[in-house]
């Protein structure tokens, strides 16, 4: 929350905290190195945390699956401290480097596939206000920068020297690099019936009972839904499409050679992949950090100033707790809905076997892109042609700050569909906006702007 | 005196330089031992796969020119030491068709339950290991399960859990404990319940078929030429099984049970009717997928869950016969029992294929030559053929059902 | 308070700049300077990296994932990929021959003049009070959206509405034209590349895997034959020998 202030420009924290902590009247760049620093902390636990609580449910949840327990003895009765344990053990092992290695990019792997991970973090908002960076094409940038952990593993599958991890690593980076192709198309359904790449707006979006949820737009977003999460499971390597790491083939795949400290950056950069994925899967489609009940709407309208709650959004009218607390909340929904997901992912792990490398590609070229490609379509022509949906999304609503600055809104006054007058001059110009022409209401939205367009000029 | 000696570690074939030459082994989780294999590939395409054997060699066939049979029969235990109990079987059916010593009626049929317990066993580990072959590693666990309470059954009848040396020449070492043969039919009573399951996590499993279906096709005729046998021969279409086409010896043991041998009718394209009506209304038996083509990794793994059926037949059959059976469990021969001369061979169908031994004697108690004739390595020898054209990720699938031992193959 | 005074004269922006820009420079020197290609290859992809950094840092976020996608993303795995296996013991080493450095510094010393005196002569650069004021006035969160940038692709230019001109106040222009060439050129290239990059089957080469699993029995069958027999022939080698040969033989008869 700190953070998208900072970078909002607006640095309402830092000069709240210039002015009030360190009585200065502009924030100083200590300020801004202060907040950033939080801002980067923070998202590294969600990381590091994240990967801590990951490992042991994966380790339950396999146990459990396999007819056994799991972890029982660290930190009491269901091995709570067991990952902890692990980590010591892993920090104190020896750091061993082959000798055919190519020893700084070997070095240097495990921390570029983190860094790509961590970096995808800084963009996902955990609720409406707590973003690291708000970046406004942030689906765009968190899948750009998901495509940058392949190298981690390429780097680390060549210069281990060995055979084995360069046939995991090219077999990887083939795999990554194909899924990416029906992720985005899969990402970009909820993108244009949404309005906006804002994971913020997106998410905002769906606010309400769950039938707002982007899932249950249409059929198409409903099987997109899945397409995603079977293109998000083979994007992070995850069984059944976990060839790079195939043990019983491979040995360890790329990470092979890798042990101690540096094996668990990689599984930390995979764990975080997996939690981004979900938490992507979640905004774009499940309703983000809205609950399926909903109750953070229930609070805010519980504690709204009657006076206040006609002159903006409705976070505006409650005092700040209360909108901290609806964020928390909103936090606490979004990692739960992540973590189901995750949970999922580990589920399907432990039941299935492995597909080898052809059958991978041929599920990305034959099934997975054929059929996110027929949800694109669907989905647009559901839009187009204005078919009923569960959602209560006003399809015609322009999410962006540049729209108000245009002459005509296309929002009517009670945000219905405006109506588009009949224009008897109909020359070519008008390919743009039909209302452009139009007789302009008194007290529409573009007057009440403040603008107004005459026709001529 | 001097014998030259090829430096196993110097591989002698010219390697073409878009050639990859990859080791697999001896230390992998994949290969079912220590095996060693050198597979020359071209990228993912596998050419030739090259088995490098004896990283298990024990010298159990010379060690037997020192001891009794009753000695050598830990020996065999540690042989194929997932299915110990037919290996002991095959070598006290040899000693005692040397001898041409009579078991007693009670004898054969704790013979019949302890071997085909035994069959179930070996079986469970094949269908798992398989499973873990191909990365899914809960089908191994369950598998291990219901084997874990197999070997508290066996650990009941003998002591033992892996090298059991229960069934020595001339019968048992002791009889059934009282109480055993309730928990037997306890046992597989919860255990038919469990038959689909694998069948769903693995049989059935679009992405098994996917791995296991039309790879590894081998002819009925490749097959006899290579010596395969058992699952492997009959994975084929070849309907041999020494149970019923072996010698009379060992047949006789199967005497007055009702069992079906485990391979594809030409005709009708179907396996034998596992008799479903004696299992329960709501299991359900899988098709055979239209990918399998026989002869391919699937069959062989399809012939092996059906085994599991008949065995568990066989053994309802006979704790039956076994309780009403007259005499007792078979005393075994003397320590020091002296051998006619003459010399007597005889294979009996382990789980994994025919085992056969082979035993010299000059008229001591001591043999003068022990042989065993072991399934599994003529099962590996086929490796190669199958494997050619093959993708990397296949070699693993193929030697998985293949289902061999390396206990047996070095011995 | 004193010393948070004193020291109040960091500015993030030129300091992530010179980072940023440091970064570029000194790795794609590096590029140059270095012997072993896939090192080189793993430079350039620091040095466009950083170049995205640049793009974020301008506040053009939507450009700087574009590059960390396309450029780092596509085009340098490509690059990396093309390196690493062919990065086998002889190729590893790029040795570069002293003439190539005369010519290469000539042709990149002579555009890094021109560029140079370029940047030198744009007066609105040289004041760097300047900058400061433009960065002042910038409105942050104006630049950042994409949706101008793609109805500019598909024929609206909505930043251009105010403008004198009667067809830019319209909406009239964009670039729908030229994005549709390149789309189409872009679909050229995909299907060309698949159709270049196709397996080659002979005419009465099989199709599918049943049909070679059931040729490779026969073919099996044939040669088990000429085991058998070559084994029974044979007296002093091995089964494995021949088998040996034979499996190279029959390589040799599948590489064909």
Redesign the interface.
């Known amino acids: 929350m700190i953070g998208s202030l900072v970078s ?2 607006a640095s309402t924290v830092t000069e709240f905290i210039s002015q009030n902590i ?3 009247d502009d924030p ?3 300020m ?2 202060l907040c950033g620093v939080i801002a980067a902390v923070l998202v590294l636990h969600v990381i590091a945390v994240g990967a801590l609580f990951f490992i042991w449910a994966e380790r339950k949840i ?1 146990g459990r ?4 327990l799991g972890p029982t003895r660290v930190g009491g009765k269901f091995g709570w401290l067991q990952t902890l344990a692990d980590g010591v053990k892993l920090i104190a092992k020896e750091d061993f480097i082959p000798r055919d290695a ?1 020893a ?2 070997f070095k240097i792997a495990p921390y570029i596939a983190f860094a790509a991970s961590f970096a995808a973090f800084l963009a996902l908002p955990f609720a409406d206000g707590a973003v690291a960076h708000h ?3 942030a689906v ?2 968190v ?3 998901l ?2 952990e ?2 981690g593993v ?2 680390a ?3 281990s020297g060995s ?2 991890s ?2 995991g ?2 077999r990887e ?1 083939a795999q990554v ?1 194909s899924y ?1 192709v029906p992720l985005g198309m899969c990402v970009v359904i909820p993108v244009f019936v949404a309005g ?3 994971l913020t707006t997106i998410g905002e979006m769906q606010a309400g009972w769950f039938n707002n949820w982007l899932v249950f737009h249409d059929p198409f977003t409903f099987i997109a839904a899945i397409v995603y999460f079977t293109c998000a499971t083979a994007s992070v390597n995850r ?2 499409f ?2 790079a790491e ?4 491979l ?1 360890a795949g790329f990470h092979t050679e890798y042990s101690g400290l540096r094996w668990s950056f990689f599984f930390m950069a995979e764990y975080g992949s997996m939690f981004l994925v979900s938490a992507l899967a979640s905004i774009l489609f499940f309703g983000g950090w809205h609950p399926p009940i909903p109750i953070d709407i229930w609070i805010l309208e519980a504690f709204a100033d009657p006076d206040l709650v006609a002159a903006g959004p409705l976070k505006d009218a409650v005092p700040s707790l209360v909108t901290f607390l609806v964020m928390l909340i909103g936090i606490a929904t979004l990692v739960a809905k992540s973590v189901i997901g995750v949970v999922v992912m580990m589920w399907v792990r ?10 991978v590609m041929a599920t990305c070229l034959k099934y997975c892109v054929p059929i996110a490609a027929v949800c694109f379509v669907g989905s647009m022509t559901w839009e187009t042609l204005d078919l009923p949906s569960m959602n209560t999304i006003n399809r015609y609503e ?1 999410h ?3 729209s108000e ?3 005509v809104s296309t929002v009517g006054e009670d945000g219905v569909d405006p109506e588009w007058p009949e224009d008897e001059n109909d020359d070519e ?5 039909d209302g ?1 022409e139009a007789p302009i209401e008194e007290d529409s939205v573009a007057v009440q702007n403040g603008l107004s367009l005459q026709e001529g ?1 | 005196m001097s014998t030259k000696v090829d430096d196993p570690r110097v591989i002698e074939f010219d390697v073409r330089t878009d050639e ?1 030459l ?1 080791n697999m082994g001896p230390q ?3 290969t079912h031992g220590v095996l060693r294999l050198i597979l020359r590939t071209d990228g ?1 395409i596998v050419s030739e796969v090259e088995p490098h054997l004896g990283y298990l060699h024990r010298c159990a066939e010379k060690i037997g020119e020192n001891l009794t049979p009753r000695q050598w029969v830990p020996y065999t235990d540690r042989m194929d030491y997932l299915a110990g109990m037919n290996m002991n079987l095959g070598w006290a059916l040899v000693v005692e068709k040397l001898l041409e010593h009579d078991l007693p009626e009670k004898a054969r049929h704790l013979r019949v339950i302890i071997s085909e317990m035994g069959r179930i066993a070996s079986h469970l580990v094949g269908m798992g290991a398989y ?8 089908p191994f ?2 598998a291990f ?1 219901e084997r874990e309470k197999i070997l508290d059954l066996f650990e009941k009848a003998c002591g033992a859990r892996l090298t059991y040396s229960y069934l020595t020449p001339g019968g048992a070492t002791g009889d059934l404990p009282p109480g055993w043969v309730d928990e037997c039919r306890d046992f597989l009573a919860q255990f038919k319940p469990c038959i689909p399951e694998f069948h769903e ?2 049989t059935n ?1 679009q ?2 078929i ?2 296991t279906a039309g790879i590894g096709v081998m002819s009925a005729a490749t097959a006899i030429n290579y010596g395969c046998t058992g699952p492997v021969l009959r994975g084929s279409g070849v309907p041999y099984d020494l149970r019923f086409n072996g010698e009379e010896r060992y047949t006789e043991m199967y005497e007055g049970y009702q069992f079906d041998v485990i391979v594809q009718d030409p005709e009708t394209g179907k396996y034998p009717d596992p008799h479903l009506e004696e299992f329960g209304d709501d299991l359900d038996y899988p098709e055979i997928p239209k990918e399998a083509i026989l002869g391919d990794c699937w069959h062989r793994f399809y012939v092996r869950m059906l085994e599991v059926v008949q065995a568990i037949r066989l053994v309802e059959q006979a704790l039956d016969k076994y309780e009403s059976a007259s005499g007792d469990w078979g005393q075994p021969i003397k320590l020091t029992q002296k051998l006619p001369k003459g010399e007597a061979y005889l294979e009996t169908e382990a789980p994994r294929g025919q085992m056969g031994f082979y035993l010299v004697s000059t008229g001591d108690s001591i043999p003068w030559r022990v042989r065993a004739r072991s399934s599994c390595f003529c099962n590996l020898s086929v490796t190669s053929e199958l494997c050619r054209g093959t ?4 070699v ?1 699938a193929i030697v998985g059902s293949l289902d061999v031992v390396m206990g047996e193959i070095d011995r | ?1 004193g010393i ?2 004193a ?6 922006h030129e300091f992530f700049f010179m980072l940023f820009a440091g970064i570029s420079v000194v790795f794609a020197v590096c590029v140059l300077l270095t012997q ?1 290609i ?2 080189m290859a ?1 430079y350039l ?1 620091l040095s466009l ?1 950083s170049t995205a950094g640049l793009f974020f840092l301008a506040g053009a ?2 450009v700087g ?2 590059q ?2 396309i450029y ?3 085009t ?2 490509l690059l ?2 093309g390196v ?2 062919t ?1 086998q013991q002889r190729y590893v080493k790029m040795n570069t021959h002293p003439t190539d450095w005369v010519l290469a510094t000539i042709v990149g010393g002579s555009l890094l003049v021109l560029l140079i005196g370029a940047a030198a002569g744009v007066d609105s650069w040289k004041d760097a009070s300047a900058s400061k004021k433009a960065l002042a006035e910038l409105d ?3 630049a ?5 940038l793609g109805l500019a692709l598909t ?2 230019r ?2 251009k ?2 403008s004198d001109d009667p ?1 830019l ?4 222009s964009g670039y729908l034209l030229p994005f549709i060439i390149v789309s189409v050129h872009l679909l050229v290239v995909l299907i060309g590349a698949a159709y270049m990059a196709r397996t080659k089957r002979s005419a009465t080469a099989p199709v599918g895997r049943a049909e070679r699993a059931r040729l490779n029995i026969m073919q099996m069958e044939h040669e088990t034959d000429d085991v058998v027999y070559s084994a029974s022939k044979q007296s002093s080698s091995s089964l494995l020998d021949s088998d040996q040969s034979q499996a190279e033989e029959s390589t040799d008869e599948a590489q064909e």
Not at chain 1, 350 to 359: G, K, V
Request: aromatic content about 14%.
């Open positions: 909002t420009g360190f009585g200065l100083n760049w200590f801004y190195l396999a699956i396999q007819d056994r190519d700084p990019l970046v406004n094409t765009f940038f899948l750009a920068v495509g940058l392949v190298f390429i780097l599958g060549y210069a055979k084995w360069l046939f690593a090219m980076a690099v990416e906006t790449m804002n069984a059944p976990d060839l195939a043990e019983s083939e040995v432990w039941t299935f076997p492995r597909l080898r490398i052809d059958q322009i962006e700050d540049w600055d245009l002459a110009s008008s390919e743009v906006m452009e000029e | 990859m990859i992998h989780p994949s993912e499973g873990l072959d191909l990365g899914t590693f809960s666990l369950y399960r996590l693995l499993n992405i098994f996917g791995r993708l990397l990720a296949d693993p | 308070m948070l005074a020291v109040n004269r960091v500015y993030w072993n896939v090192r793993f992809v990296g976020e939507f994932a574009m960390l996608m780092v993303g596509g340098l795995v990396i990929f690493m296996l990065a942050v969160d104006d950042r959206t994409a949706t101008p024929g609206v909505v930043d509405l105010d067809a106040a319209n909406g009239q």
